[in-house]
Nanobody
Framework: QVQLVESGGGLVQAGGSLRLSCAAS????????MGWFRQAPGKEREFVAA????????YYADSVKGRFTISRDNAKNTMYLQMNSLKSEDTAVYYC????????????????????WGQGTRVTVSS
């Protein structure tokens, strides 16, 4: 089973950009479909984006479409989330997740049951 570590969070002004990374250690990174999720204070964890094991298929929550881009570099065992045009409502702790069985297109519906989670990285967008 892989272990996941997120990085790249921080404080940014509205309209700015950040790139989050999710580094995986362990074996068989390409066996996992991967996703980004976020949890704002007082709210439930929600789906942000997902990517298939090979990187050919990507899926996004409506709230981030056109602003966020998910990608992965299997040679580096790392997944990324490029976040542009950030808004105050994007403020949250961002988590990466991985699952060998859940198809990338279904990860948003399986938030509570995904196999592996990182510890999260905090993103704060000031208005």
């Amino acid at each position: 089973q892989v272990q996941l570590v997120e990085s790249g969070g921080g404080l940014v002004q509205a309209g700015g950009s950040l790139r989050l990374s999710c580094a995986a250690s362990g074996r068989s990174f390409t066996a996992y479909n991967m996703g980004w999720f976020r949890q704002a204070p007082g709210k439930e964890r929600e789906f942000v984006a997902a990517i298939s094991w090979g990187g050919s298929s990507t899926y996004y929550a409506d709230s981030v479409k056109g602003r966020f881009t998910i990608s992965r570099d299997n040679a580096k065992n790392t997944m990324y989330l490029q976040m542009n045009s950030l808004k105050s409502e994007d403020t949250a702790v961002y988590y990466c997740a991985a699952d060998r069985l859940a198809a990338a297109r279904t990860m948003g519906a399986r938030t509570r049951n995904l196999e592996v989670w990182g510890q999260g990285t905090r993103v704060t967008v000031s208005s």
